[in-house]
């Protein structure tokens, strides 16, 4: 497996324009979370969807943040319109509940979208 | 979730053992104790994970104390590419899927 994938790596855009990033899980995976990380806040979870429901969105930050999971292999988070304050490094990971019943098996991140805004 | 208090930083000799402390003293019975590690520039790596009883895997130990009050991560021989941040979270994974991570401790490996 090829692990998560996002894309893009790096991204660089001016204020006020409207940015998407993406994610493609492990296939089987049934959760999936988007982080945020910067030096001040360090690891941030912002949202997170369980069989594509999105389940608990209480980290995004405000309105301008939007994230979607139209099918198990795809999720988009969208920020518009973007403001330099949201410059960070942004990770998707997923994950599988158990047979067990507990999600005892660890999560999966991708390698992050280096998000600049100036 | 629990509390967990880790160290800042440490610092490790090359091809020492690597004791990571974590305390989780407000620990509930049905959380477990998890283990991931952030190589810079990188995404969190899983590293291991366990309820009561010690585990090992092929990257580490996992100590836990009787009360479950701390625990320790060992790395038993150590290379200069486990530096890294090692983040300690306790989690009832039968409570949803969330993962908070603290500000970890940033081990470092010298030659």
């Known amino acids: 497996d090829a692990g998560v994938i996002q894309s893009p790596r790096h991204e660089v855009t001016e204020m006020g324009q409207e940015v998407t990033l993406r994610c493609k899980p492990i296939s089987g995976h049934d959760y999936l979370f988007w982080y945020r990380q910067t030096m001040m806040r360090g690891l941030e979870l912002l949202i997170y969807?369980?069989?594509?429901?999105?389940?608990?969105d209480s980290g995004m930050p405000e309105d301008r943040f939007s994230a979607k999971m139209p099918n198990a292999s795809f999720s988009t988070l969208k920020i518009q319109p973007s403001e330099p304050r949201d410059s960070a490094v942004y990770f998707c990971?997923?994950?599988?509940?158990?047979?067990?019943?507990?999600?005892?098996?660890?999560?999966?991140f991708g390698s992050g979208t280096r998000l600049t805004v100036v | 979730d629990a509390k967990t208090t880790q160290p800042p930083s440490m610092d490790c000799a090359e091809g020492r053992a690597a004791n990571l402390p974590c305390n989780h003293s407000t620990i509930s019975g049905n959380e477990y104790v998890y283990w991931y590690r952030q190589i810079h520039s990188q995404g969190p790596q899983y590293i291991i994970h366990?309820?009561?009883n010690n585990e090992t895997n092929e990257m580490a130990s996992l100590i836990i104390t009787e009360d479950r009050k701390s625990s320790t991560l060992i790395l038993p021989h150590a290379t200069l590419r486990d530096t890294a941040v090692y983040y300690c979270?306790?989690?009832?994974?039968?409570?949803?899927?969330?993962?908070?991570f603290g500000q970890g401790t940033e081990l470092s490996v010298k030659p």
């Open positions: 979270i306790v989690r009832d994974p039968n409570q949803g899927g969330k993962l908070i």
């Open positions: 969807f369980n069989n594509n429901v999105p389940i608990d």
């Open positions: 990971a997923s994950s599988l509940w158990g047979s067990s019943g507990a999600l005892s098996y660890g999560y999966t």
């Open positions: 366990g309820l009561k």
